[in-house]
């Protein structure tokens, strides 16, 4: 059993980004991207956006609940209930995009032990996504640049885990094959 879970919505980056900036103390600034592809001018209200939400509303960065409910939105409360599910239920959950990497280092900091359900899929192109999974400590072997999230990175990531699993199932050893273990040889010689 393997689960994921994806989003759509339009200004959910916003409020990933406002919750990301506050958990992790980050610059907000740095952390807001273009979304869906926004103007520079666009991009730069987006920053004011989310700066002056956060002042606003001061959300706590030791209550990940408060932050939630301040800045968050219901998209993202409701992903982190997702990953403490999956976490109950001792489940692997694949992250896609920064949504969910939002979601999911809420769920860790409500339950330190759900981090161990987390599974990378890819790093997304928003500037908060790397920091996200950096604070996680959850690194993604994906790297396609891409700006979704719907599920598609964790859709992306399943034909490789199949792939690793075919090799993990069937891969043969040297020995099965018959053929000679590697042999060290020294240079120059």
Partial sequence: RLLAAGEMGIGNT????AVAAV?????????VGRGAGLSDASLARKRDVVERAIDANSPDPADPIDVLS???G???AAMCGFYLGAAVSKAPALLDGVISCTAA???ARLCPNALGYLVGTHAS???ASRELLRELGIKAPLDAGMHLGEGAGAMAYLP????????????KTFTA???AAYEHFEAGK
């Fill in 74 to 76: 219901f998209d993202i």
């Fill in 105 to 107: 280092l809420c769920a």
């Fill in 70 to 72: 301040k800045v968050g």
């Fill in 177 to 179: 094959t018959g053929m």
């Fill in 23 to 31: 958990l992790i103390r980050a610059d907000a600034r740095s952390l």
């Fill in 125 to 127: 192109s928003e500037p």
């Fill in 14 to 17: 916003t409020t990933s980004a």
């Fill in 160 to 171: 490789l885990l199949d792939s690793a699993l075919r090799v993990y199932r069937d891969g």
